[in-house]
């Protein structure tokens, strides 16, 4: 199977930028999946942690 990084994270300045990477089902909007997980990622560690959260990339890598 493939082998890869789901998540990276950088921090500048106390700016939390993230690079999400994530597998979906064919049947699946990979548009509105990815825009959830965006938002969804975005709003818990914002509140999670009190950082501001710069920027969440989600890149769909595989479609099964």
Do not use: F, P, W
Not at 14 to 23: E, M, Q, R, S, Y
Not at 30 to 41: L, R, S
């Amino acid at each position: 199977g493939k082998i890869y990084k789901a998540v990276h994270v950088t921090e500048k300045n106390g700016a939390v930028a993230l690079d999400i990477h994530i597998k979906i089902y064919e049947s699946a909007n990979a548009k509105q999946v990815a825009e959830a997980v965006q938002t969804n990622i975005k709003e818990k560690l914002q509140s999670m942690t009190g950082n501001a959260i710069t920027r969440v990339n989600v890149t769909v890598d595989d479609v099964e």
